[in-house]
């Protein structure tokens, strides 16, 4: 039995080069080792959390799908697929509900985060729990924290359980849902006394998740930053967002620790570019001889190598309307098949089989 590799990414916007570093490029990988069965898809559902317009919705999946196959997906290799087109997980996202905790689902990270950002609040204890939660209870404008967003681990837990999922390839920033999905799959298999559900685990290749930084001094690289480069920058644009990196004067003495925003620089450089390279930038840096303007249009050169031939793949690509459907309903119906079976699994060990029928 081949081992399972499943993932997704929201279609919230254009892919970033945070995307790519962090997930799509390991999806890439996984699936051209050939000894995976895998599954890849555009979590629109996912997406409605944060309440997007319905037509940049629908726009921004067709995009993402053209941007998956740019960067090398290949639907005869790999099943892929959009969320909302496999309606067996919205159903075993109620069952599993069932067994989730609001208060577990109330701290989590990222949810915190986002509760905070719609409601325009800002929590004077940033790690409180209880202050999140009072302010988002006794909230009493019309902004609310919409349920979908509270279940939002509910929804991912289940993209990855309904596929039997062992391996989860995502960015850093993923792992606390990775952990939840591992504790909510444990807790249904001794609730009912079954060994049922699998304990997915993210996937490195053996290095660690990776954490693309901004170009703007600190923090990750994110749509919500504001401060990303994409896959489909044109070289100009590109080249322009790089050389306006923030740096600083320059180390005044040997071996001097580097500051937040040229370490980040740094970081890019050895997710983008030869280990000579940063090897030379490195040795530049602790003699004191560092030009950033150098290091920068380096770094931009070798983003463009691994972005520009995506960009204009993803421009054909995104034209085929025909292939691109062809391509959708073929990965609906693949992912349904084994959804669809293991919502007849649980709904029997839940004892929901109708016996009427
Ligand atoms: P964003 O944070 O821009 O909204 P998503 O949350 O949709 O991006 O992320 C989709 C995938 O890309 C996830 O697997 C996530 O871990 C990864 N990812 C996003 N930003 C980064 C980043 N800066 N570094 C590494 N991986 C990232
Ligand atoms: N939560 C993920 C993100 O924001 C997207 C996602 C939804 C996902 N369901 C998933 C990732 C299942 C991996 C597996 O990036």
Known sequence: ??????????????????????????FVRMQQEGI??????????????TQPDPALLHSNVRHIVAEYLAAGLDPDKSTIFVQSDVP?????????????GIGELMRTAAFKDKARKQLGITVSHDDDDNDVAREIIGNESNKRVNAGLLTYPTLMAVDILIQHADFVPVGKDQEQHLELTRRFARRFNSFYGVDYFKEPQNFNFGGKPVKVPGLDGS?????????????????????KKVMRAVTDAGP???????????????????????????EFFTNAYNNCEIRYGDLKKEIAEDILKITAPIR??????????QYLARVLKQGAEQARERAA??????RGIMGITPFWK
Request: charged fraction near 25%.
């Open 88 to 100: 067996e997980i919205p159903e075993l996202y109620l069952l599993l509900n069932m067994h989730v």
């Open 341 to 346: 079976k293991t919502l007849a699994d649980v």
């Open 1 to 26: 039995m081949k081992k399972i590799v499943l993932s997704g990414i929201r279609p919230t916007g254009q892919l970033h080069l945070g995307n790519y570093l962090g997930a799509l490029q390991k």
């Open 312 to 321: 204009e793949r993803t421009k054909e690509i995104e034209n085929d309307e």
């Open 219 to 239: 923090g990750k690289m994110g749509k919500s930053e504001g401060n990303c480069i994409y896959l489909v920058d044109e070289d100009k644009a590109l080249r």
């Open 252 to 278: 005044t003495e040997p071996n001097q620790p580097m500051a937040e925003p040229v370490e980040n620089l740094f970081t890019l450089l050895r997710l983008v570019s030869t280990p000579d390279k940063v």
């Open 36 to 49: 995976y069965d895998s599954f890849f898809f555009i979590a629109d559902l996912h997406a409605l959390t």
